[in-house]
């Protein structure tokens, strides 16, 4: 095998952001017939060809908003590239995805793989913006003696100026998730389908028609979380836990809409006496749905990323 690139590991994954009873109880979808999306198929198999269009509706969120690979959902990913620090040592790094949640790692070298180098990650040396990070040497420069390039070494053996390989792994994207147990009213602890992007104090929607409510972590388990204060409602296995915009589950339901609408065939218009009178069309009758739904992302999309 030659040289697998780093990034290729977590890339492409899929996850659905709404549920099936977000759809069906949606007012945008109260006209749709849900229960013939497949012909003479059982209630499972409807609800199945639901979610495959539900979780095609959330990657064309995906693709319309970061143009090729990346998700909107809180994924973990990692990347490289070259950089050069600053007169300061400080490497500004602009991963591909946002908002960032969290640095895991960070490695340096001047050569790559065994070249790079782990550096030890602090609130000291590493700081967060919500597109970018910097990792700077908690020491700074050192052997300082002029104003520019020839300032040499900074405190972690990165030379000012000089192109660097550098790989990171982060946390990005909005947390999202779902029940996987019956939560009954008082409940505490919730057991979900993944805690990517979930850290104590997270502030999170459960979304659940009438049963709407809001919760904050209080603390994080394997797939399962503590809230600070006990749910009002009861919740069913597969409703949908988040911190994504509202506008962003709205724009997924216009999809699936628009994705059921464009299932309708053309036909034949025949006049009185049986002959053909003219066709009606099958092409755009989901399209206006399907705008809409690219609209209410329009904020969210990455412009800088797509090629």
Partial sequence: MGVVAPYILQEGSS?????LDEVKFSPTASAVDFSNLVAN?????QDRALYELIDRASSMADVFVYGRLGTLSATVNTENGRYRPNRMGQFIISPN???????QSFSVGTLPGVGLTATTLS??????????????????LSNVTTTYGSLSTVGAGWNYDQQCFCQWTYVNGFANTFLTANASAGSTTLSVTSTTGIYTGTQMTIWDGMNDEDVTIASVGTNTVTLTSATKYAHGPNTNISTLPPAVKQ???HIVVGLIKERGQGGLVLSEMGEVAGASPRAGLGMDD??????????FKAIWGRS
Avoid: H, K, W
């Fill in 15 to 19: 996850t659905a952001y709404v549920s």
């Fill in 41 to 45: 198929g059982s209630q499972a198999v």
């Fill in 97 to 103: 995805y946002t908002p960032i949640l969290e640095v």
């Fill in 123 to 140: 609130n000291n040396n590493c700081f967060i913006e919500r597109d970018q990070f910097i990792v700077t040497a908690a020491s700074g």
């Fill in 251 to 253: 724009a997924v339901i």
């Fill in 290 to 299: 399907i705008l809409m739904g690219y609209d209410l992302l329009e904020p």
